[in-house]
Every structure is written in structure tokens, then in C-alpha cells.
């Protein structure tokens, strides 16, 4: 193959996949290999004729020391000789390391991505070009194979990813290493290599150094079948993807936590799109999808179309939790708030009102003459009466306690609070804010908008009676 056949190959990949628009600002990620160098150098070929504006990122992981920063130094003299703007961050990779599992590759990749966003938005873009190739798609591949990767791990490196606030752009995927060295070697570009590629250590290196190669060895045609399986199967990726975020927007709605879904529509749904669909959404909740594995998936799978429990959580990274509801679903970064004990003491020999923020809620009491009796039990789960002479000077306002339990009125003997809760199907997480009606000596008068006691009741004898009414947000 000549320079020319390979610049006509990723131009018409270019244009085929739609991957850059004309007089699209383009940031080039080169580390100094003969990938990137390549890359680079076939952007810059091509960049007068599509009026790209060009730049160079260079990102120094600092694990290499001198080697390192020599690389940094080629790069920036590289772009000085193109005449192309340079950009180039040094990390410390070793200080986060800790924070990914001490898996140094995770950790580098992470920061990786987040200074090429910084350079994007420096150099006034968010396209990023990036010199994977064929040879890389396949160990992708193989490597994820032989993890026991889903059919849409199997679509490898992607031509175009929207990913950490960037368009990831690959040109490079249909030409081999050895195509890319020898376009090298053509047009006489000096390039790098990084040592820490032939050290077994890593799982990537022994996939290219030993498996791969193996694998060619005994069967022609191994890594253009490999690339061949990722096209087909990120084509069907794509279609199934499609599906999914369709479902995703009918099924659930960002709230100011996270996002939250209908459980019984998300377990109607096929299983092979229910995964999709949590991917879709950890995605926009900023999880690495590295991070969360099959086994978390299908917990979140069985959670949702399993009968029981009701209510469960599960851990999915260090900031990401996901819960089921009864029959609503959530993915949110917060951990589950503690609700604060709170008691408020009223005065109901005279009329008044409060605020409870704890419950986002009001209420007020005022005292009156006997009416309607019907009105005692009356429609408005939010009121209840309560005779006056049987109530004492104070009441408190107070969220629960453990093994708070009330007399219903019309029941016999008395029930929990807490499976009075789960019977009516309360949220846990609203369980603990939920204010109560008690005496200061904790006898039940009230659970506001659920349950009143068969205490202090109105009745023929009842002189003076207190009204005492809830409202807010809390009950609606």
C-alpha cells in the first residue's frame, strides 16, 4: 500500500462515518508514537482541503520519568514544525492511582480523558482525534471476549464517542500498525516508543505480545475477523441502543437526585434492552462503565421484576447507589439522607399553627364548638378532630420512633407504625420524616394523611374540640 492509498482510506472513512464536519476545529491527542504521529500527520495533510483548524495535545503521565518527558518534548517540537498550536498537561498519576483499585492503566486513562477535555476547551472545541487502529481494535476485542463481554462490548473501539464532554473521533480503526509504520517510514516522521508497551504486567500487553500474535499465527485472517465482528456487532449495537433510549425517555425522568423510573415498565421490557437501558442511564449519571459489572446489572435486573422485597439498595460505586421504591426505581449519586429526629410541642388550649421543615410540611389547630359529628371522620385524611377535655393542654409534633405503635380507630388492639408504613406502601425514605400526633406520655393520637387512634374521640359528650389540620408538600 503507498502514502497516497492510506491518506485515500481514512479520508473516505472520514467521509463514509460522517466523522468530521468541514472547518471543524480539531484537537489531535499524540503521544509521540507512530500511531499518533501518523495521525497527525495525515490530519494535517488533509486539513487545508476540509479548512480544519488544527492542535496538538500532549498528555505526560509522568510514569516513565525522563523517558516521559523526552516524549513531551518531541511532540511540542513536532507541532512547532507543523506550525500547529500546542497544548500539554503532566499528571501524577501514582497520587489517584489508590482511587481506581490501584489499577495504575484505570487511573492513567481517567485523568487521560479529563486533561484532553481541558485541552478541547482551551483550544475552543470538543472534538478530540485519537490514533486507535485496526490492530487495536482487535486485541479490544479478544481482550473483552475472553472477560466474557455482552454483545454490545463486542462492538470494540467506536469510530465516534461522545464521552466525558468530547467527541472521541478514531480515524484510524481500518489501517493496521504496520500500515501506520510504514506511512512513517515513508514520509520520513520520527516517532517514539513507549516501553511500558512490552511489559507483561499488563493484560493488554500479553493480548498483543503473545495472544494475538498466536492466534495469527495458526489462523489467517484473525484480527480482520475480530474487526469485522466489532463492525457488525456495534451496527447492531447501535439499533438496540436506539430502542433502549426510546424506553429510557417513556420510562423514567431526571429528578434533582438522579434519574427515576417505573418499575413495572422497566420489567415489562425485554432483558437484553433492561441492560441497555441501565447502561444509558449510568451513563448519564457519569459512571465508568468499567465500573459497573454484569453481576451489578443483573441484581438491578432481578430488584426491579422480582415480587420481593419492596425496598432495596444497592452500592453501585463509591458515589452511585440504586434503589427500588415499591414500584418506582432509582439511580441516584447521593447517599440516602439520615433523617433528623425532630419534636415540636404545641398548645392546644388555644389556637395556633407551625412549620415542620423536616416534613416540608404545616400545620394548624384551632379550638371550636361540636358540629357535624360526620365531620370527625370525614374524607380529609389530612384533618382530624379530637375532644378537647380528653387531650390535656399539649400535644407534640414528632416524626417516629422505634416501636411507635397506634390504636387505629375502628380496630382492635394496636399496630406498628413501621408496618403500617410498608403495608400502605410509604417510601422508606419518607418513613422517618413522617409526622406524628402524640401526648407527651406517647400514646399515638395520629398519623397525618394515613391513620387516627380511637382516642380523644368526638362524640355526644365532647364540650370544646381541637381541629387540627396538616398541609404541604409532603402530603401531596
Given at each position: 500500500?503507498?502514502?497516497?492509498?492510506?491518506?485515500?482510506?481514512?479520508?473516505?472513512?472520514?467521509?463514509?462515518?460522517?466523522?468530521?464536519?468541514?472547518?471543524?476545529?480539531?484537537?489531535?491527542?499524540?503521544?509521540?508514537?507512530?500511531?499518533?504521529?501518523?495521525?497527525?500527520?495525515?490530519?494535517?495533510?488533509?486539513?487545508?482541503?476540509?479548512?480544519?483548524?488544527?492542535?496538538?495535545?500532549?498528555?505526560?503521565?509522568?510514569?516513565?520519568?525522563?523517558?516521559?518527558?523526552?516524549?513531551?518534548?518531541?511532540?511540542?517540537?513536532?507541532?512547532?514544525?507543523?506550525?500547529?498550536?500546542?497544548?500539554?498537561?503532566?499528571?501524577?498519576?501514582?497520587?489517584?492511582?489508590?482511587?481506581?483499585?490501584?489499577?495504575?492503566?484505570?487511573?492513567?486513562?481517567?485523568?487521560?480523558?479529563?486533561?484532553?477535555?481541558?485541552?478541547?476547551?482551551?483550544?475552543?472545541?470538543?472534538?478530540?482525534?485519537?490514533?486507535?487502529?485496526?490492530?487495536?481494535?482487535?486485541?479490544?476485542?479478544?481482550?473483552?471476549?475472553?472477560?466474557?463481554?455482552?454483545?454490545?462490548?463486542?462492538?470494540?473501539?467506536?469510530?465516534?464517542?461522545?464521552?466525558?464532554?468530547?467527541?472521541?473521533?478514531?480515524?484510524?480503526?481500518?489501517?493496521?500498525?504496520?500500515?501506520?509504520?510504514?506511512?512513517?517510514?515513508?514520509?520520513?516522521?520520527?516517532?517514539?516508543?513507549?516501553?511500558?508497551?512490552?511489559?507483561?504486567?499488563?493484560?493488554?500487553?500479553?493480548?498483543?505480545?503473545?495472544?494475538?500474535?498466536?492466534?495469527?499465527?495458526?489462523?489467517?485472517?484473525?484480527?480482520?475477523?475480530?474487526?469485522?465482528?466489532?463492525?457488525?456487532?456495534?451496527?447492531?449495537?447501535?439499533?438496540?441502543?436506539a430502542e433502549a433510549e426510546a424506553l429510557v425517555r417513556s420510562l423514567t425522568e431526571k429528578t434533582d437526585r438522579g434519574v427515576k423510573g417505573d418499575r413495572i415498565g422497566i420489567a415489562n421490557v425485554h432483558p437484553a434492552l433492561q441492560r441497555r437501558m441501565f447502561k444509558i442511564i449510568l451513563s448519564c449519571l457519569a459512571a465508568d462503565d468499567s465500573s459497573i459489572d454484569f453481576s451489578k446489572l443483573e441484581r438491578m435486573r432481578?430488584?426491579?421484576?422480582?415480587?420481593?422485597?419492596?425496598?432495596?439498595?444497592?452500592?453501585?460505586?463509591?458515589?452511585?447507589?440504586?434503589?427500588?421504591?415499591?414500584?418506582?426505581?432509582?439511580?441516584?449519586?447521593?447517599?440516602?439522607?439520615?433523617?433528623?429526629?425532630?419534636?415540636?410541642?404545641?398548645?392546644?388550649?388555644?389556637?395556633?399553627?407551625?412549620?415542620?421543615?423536616?416534613?416540608?410540611?404545616?400545620?394548624?389547630?384551632?379550638?371550636?364548638?361540636?358540629?357535624?359529628?360526620?365531620?370527625?371522620?370525614?374524607?380529609?385524611?389530612?384533618?382530624?378532630?379530637?375532644?378537647?377535655?380528653?387531650?390535656?393542654?399539649?400535644?407534640?409534633?414528632?416524626?417516629?420512633?422505634?416501636?411507635?405503635?397506634?390504636?387505629?380507630?375502628?380496630?382492635?388492639?394496636?399496630?406498628?407504625?413501621?408496618?403500617?408504613?410498608?403495608?400502605?406502601?410509604?417510601?422508606?425514605?419518607?418513613?422517618?420524616?413522617?409526622?406524628?400526633?402524640?401526648?407527651?406520655?406517647?400514646?399515638?393520637?395520629?398519623?397525618?394523611?394515613?391513620?387516627?387512634?380511637?382516642?380523644?374521640?368526638?362524640?355526644?359528650?365532647?364540650?370544646?374540640?381541637?381541629?387540627?389540620?396538616?398541609?404541604?408538600?409532603?402530603?401531596?
Amino acid at each position: 500500500m503507498r502514502g497516497a492509498d492510506i491518506i485515500r482510506q481514512v479520508e473516505d472513512t472520514i467521509l463514509e462515518r460522517k466523522l468530521f464536519e468541514e472547518g471543524e476545529r480539531i484537537v489531535a491527542a499524540v503521544s509521540g508514537g507512530p500511531d499518533s504521529v501518523a495521525l497527525l500527520h495525515l490530519l494535517h495533510r488533509l486539513a487545508g482541503r476540509w479548512r480544519w483548524t488544527l492542535s496538538v495535545a500532549h498528555v505526560n503521565h509522568g510514569l516513565r520519568g525522563q523517558e516521559s518527558d523526552e516524549e513531551e518534548q518531541f511532540v511540542k517540537d513536532l507541532a512547532a514544525r507543523l506550525g500547529l498550536p500546542f497544548w500539554s498537561a503532566r499528571l501524577n498519576v501514582k497520587e489517584v492511582t489508590a482511587e481506581h483499585g490501584n489499577n495504575v492503566q484505570a487511573a492513567a486513562r481517567a485523568l487521560r480523558y479529563e486533561a484532553l477535555r481541558k485541552a478541547a476547551e482551551a483550544l475552543q472545541t470538543t472534538t478530540v482525534a485519537l490514533g486507535h487502529h485496526a490492530d487495536d481494535q482487535a486485541e479490544t476485542v479478544l481482550m473483552r471476549i475472553v472477560r466474557g463481554t455482552g454483545p454490545g462490548g463486542l462492538a470494540g473501539i467506536r469510530f465516534v464517542r461522545h464521552a466525558y464532554g468530547m467527541k472521541l473521533v478514531r480515524p484510524l480503526l481500518r489501517i493496521t500498525k504496520s500500515e501506520l509504520e510504514f506511512y512513517c517510514e515513508l514520509f520520513g516522521l520520527q516517532f517514539r516508543r513507549d516501553s511500558s508497551n512490552e511489559s507483561r504486567k499488563y493484560f493488554r500487553n500479553v493480548v498483543r505480545l503473545d495472544l494475538l500474535p498466536y492466534l495469527m499465527k495458526h489462523r489467517d485472517g484473525v484480527r480482520e475477523a475480530l474487526s469485522r465482528l466489532a463492525q457488525i456487532s456495534a451496527d447492531e449495537s447501535d439499533l438496540l441502543d436506539a430502542e433502549a433510549e426510546a424506553l429510557v425517555r417513556s420510562l423514567t425522568e431526571k429528578t434533582d437526585r438522579g434519574v427515576k423510573g417505573d418499575r413495572i415498565g422497566i420489567a415489562n421490557v425485554h432483558p437484553a434492552l433492561q441492560r441497555r437501558m441501565f447502561k444509558i442511564i449510568l451513563s448519564c449519571l457519569a459512571a465508568d462503565d468499567s465500573s459497573i459489572d454484569f453481576s451489578k446489572l443483573e441484581r438491578m435486573r432481578e430488584a426491579i421484576v422480582a415480587s420481593s422485597p419492596s425496598n432495596m439498595e444497592l452500592r453501585l460505586t463509591d458515589k452511585l447507589y440504586f434503589r427500588r421504591i415499591y414500584d418506582a426505581v432509582e439511580w441516584t449519586t447521593r447517599e440516602k439522607p439520615e433523617a433528623p429526629s425532630y419534636v415540636r410541642q404545641i398548645d392546644v388550649t388555644k389556637n395556633g399553627g407551625l412549620h415542620v421543615p423536616e416534613a416540608n410540611a404545616s400545620l394548624e389547630w384551632m379550638l371550636a364548638e361540636p358540629s357535624d359529628p360526620d365531620e370527625v371522620y370525614g374524607n380529609d385524611s389530612c384533618v382530624a378532630l379530637f375532644d378537647a377535655d380528653r387531650l390535656g393542654g399539649e400535644l407534640l409534633v414528632r416524626n417516629r420512633r422505634p416501636g411507635d405503635r397506634i390504636e387505629p380507630y375502628g380496630l382492635k388492639g394496636s399496630k406498628k407504625v413501621k408496618d403500617m408504613f410498608i403495608d400502605l406502601k410509604i417510601a422508606p425514605e419518607r418513613r422517618d420524616k413522617w409526622p406524628l400526633i402524640a401526648t407527651p406520655d406517647g400514646t399515638l393520637l395520629w398519623v397525618p394523611g394515613l391513620r387516627r387512634s380511637r382516642h380523644a374521640l368526638v362524640d355526644e359528650r365532647s364540650g370544646k374540640i381541637v381541629r387540627i389540620r396538616f398541609s404541604g408538600d409532603f402530603f401531596a
